[in-house]
């Protein structure tokens, strides 16, 4: 919000300066407003190619795309005002719960499929089990569903963080290091795992199935929330998501030909993603049992030290747009 010391002029003049226009200041062409949307790279979190696909748009405003390789990355870019709405996993809000800043609330759970998370071991690798790991080089991404499935998965064999060499690391120079041997073992989550199985012979040692909830969480800044006019384009964008997953429920083969084509491997190894699926994805209403499974997950994160503090989950969650969710547009 503008502190009242500041005039409007100084206040879009610090804006333009720094490239981060606040929410209730974007526009698009001409008299058009523009929403700043995250989608996180290639493949069926490709937001602007499922629109495409679908044959969705919006009628009265633009869609700004913004390309963000993880989720703590787009919470970084909601706190910092770059970014209108924004999906990521339940993981990266928790940090920011336990810090001075959550400039976002969650106000839609995406839900859909968790075995396409998975941990990977590279062509002619000897693991056939997580407690195999123990001693190994595993790449995971910091602050994400891979750094949560991967604890879990360690706790379930009798392993501790302490029992591998975990290297935190972004999603490209992830799939570097897996691909130069500079890993054992890669936690890692969407189209790269298509990539490494086509192209270098990776192999899948567990997926997430049984430890995920399945829950991505839908967010929004709290600028463009108080904004009547942004607050009905969000809601209206939600509508859109959700007639675009109906879209991609109904039309698999189709989808998972354009994925492959998108990410650049043969459509065999997409389809059989397909094929493995626990769920396609859907919009759901923020509900008591989501603010449940993401306070799990912060809870064992605090239980693993990687918090600073314990937090509570629930002053991030937005229930306003629960009615429009539910009637799966």
Not at 152 to 176: C, K, N, Q, Y
Not at 178 to 198: N, T, V
Not at 208 to 217: K, P, R, W
Request: hydrophobic letters at 45%; a positive charge; one cysteine or more.
């Amino acid at each position: 919000m503008v502190a009242k010391n500041w005039s409007r002029r100084a206040f879009l003049a610090a804006g333009a300066a720094s490239g981060l226009l606040l929410s209730g200041c974007g526009a698009g062409s001409g008299s058009r407003r523009r929403l700043r949307v995250s989608t996180n790279g290639k493949g069926e979190f490709n937001a602007r190619l499922l629109f495409k696909m679908a044959g969705v748009a919006p009628r009265d405003f633009d869609i700004q795309y913004n390309e963000f390789q993880s989720g703590h990355l787009v919470v970084e870019a909601l706190n910092g005002g770059s970014l209108d709405y924004g999906a990521m996993s339940e993981i990266p809000p928790i940090f920011a719960a336990a810090s001075t800043i959550q400039s976002f609330r969650q106000i839609a759970v995406a839900h859909g499929d968790v075995n396409n998370q998975v941990v990977l071991v590279p062509k002619g690798s000897t693991a056939r089990s997580i407690a195999d790991l123990k001693g190994k080089r595993v790449g995971y991404v910091r602050a994400t569903t891979s750094q949560y499935f991967l604890i879990r998965m360690l706790e379930e064999v009798g392993l501790d963080w302490g029992d591998i060499t975990p290297i935190a690391m972004g999603v490209s120079d992830g799939a570097a290091a897996f691909s130069q041997g500079a890993l054992d073992a890669w936690a890692i989550y969407g189209f790269p795992i298509q990539r490494a199985i086509a192209t270098e012979g990776a192999r899948i040692l567990r997926t997430a199935q049984g430890i995920l909830s399945g829950n991505y969480l839908v967010a929004a800044h709290v600028d463009a929330l108080a904004d009547p006019e942004l607050s009905g384009i969000l809601r209206e964008y939600l509508t859109l998501l959700q007639q675009a997953y109906g879209w991609a429920a109904a039309n698999q083969d189709i989808w998972a030909k354009t994925i492959a084509q998108d990410i650049g491997v043969p459509l065999d190894y997409v389809a059989d993603q397909f094929r493995r699926k626990s769920a396609s994805f859907e919009l759901r209403p923020v509900t008591d049992a989501a603010i449940a499974s993401q306070q799990q997950v912060a809870d064992l994160f605090f239980a693993q030290k990687l918090l600073p503090k314990a937090v509570d989950v629930r002053p991030l969650w937005d229930r306003r747009f629960n009615d429009s969710i539910s009637k799966k547009g």
